[in-house]
């Protein structure tokens, strides 16, 4: 029974379309996360959210939208899609503190 | 800025032998330092984690070693074993700054045990 789940895997776009990429998790932990790791492997947080807050990293730019329906979801939306947005996308979910579980990941290839 | 730096981006090591990954940080600001473990296509999962008030947690074969003053962690993994074959993720917790309490991660060392 997956912790922190995210959906597709994989997916391959073309520059300049919108797409989503879906997070849920069933920890009933407060706050969710959005990483980006990109071509260096280097792990950067772009969002961090509970149902109070939200939290934007200001290198991330405003294509880049977390939509949150419920505690359990934070899905990343993504719009006008340039090639230098491909990299793997990890969702998170944490209590306060230093619980944090990562989904599987998110492999975003833009063409 | 790089805040959480790895500066080793592999590591071989022989079965059997210690494996040492070391993690350098530069906000005095943080105050809970964790390693995760990735393999290949899953995401990081937690290892070991410490505590800014003390210098070193033990968890089987698995110690984490803190030094504050020089800003410096270590994990040792002793003894290391094949299935040990992961990319190790040093990752501090904290205001870094970007304006919330989150975890900041180093670009990671690729350990590789040898059989």
Redesign the interface.
């Known amino acids: 029974d997956t912790a922190?789940s995210q959906t597709p895997k994989y997916l391959v776009t073309q520059m300049g379309n919108d797409k989503s990429i879906k997070c849920e998790q069933n920890l009933g932990h407060d706050t969710m996360?959005w990483?980006k790791q990109d071509s260096?492997?280097?792990?950067?947080?772009m969002f961090?959210y509970n149902n109070k807050e939200l939290?934007?990293?200001?290198t991330v730019p405003n294509r880049f939208s977390p939509k949150s329906p419920d505690k359990a979801h934070l899905n990343l939306h993504i719009n006008s899609l340039e090639l230098g947005d491909s990299a793997v996308y990890?969702c998170?979910s944490s209590q306060p503190?230093?619980?944090?579980?990562?989904?599987?990941?998110t492999r975003l290839t833009v063409v | 800025d790089q805040q959480v730096k790895q500066n080793s981006p592999s590591l071989s090591v022989q079965e059997g032998r210690i494996s040492i990954l070391n993690c350098d940080y530069t906000n005095s600001m943080f105050d809970y330092f964790l390693w995760y473990k990735k393999y290949p296509a899953e995401g990081p999962t937690f290892l070991i984690s410490i505590s800014s008030i003390k210098d070193k947690n033990e968890d089987g074969r698995f110690t984490v070693f803190l030094n504050k003053s020089a800003k410096h962690l270590s994990l040792h993994i002793v003894p290391s074993q094949p299935g040990d074959s992961a990319v190790y993720f040093c990752a501090a917790l904290g205001n870094s700054g970007a304006g919330s309490y989150q975890l900041t991660f180093g670009k990671g060392t690729k350990l590789s045990v040898i059989p």
Do not use: D, M, P, W
């Open positions: 922190v996360y990483y260096k492997k280097f792990l950067k947080i961090s939290i934007i990293n200001e990890f998170a503190y230093y619980g944090y579980t990562f989904g599987s990941g």
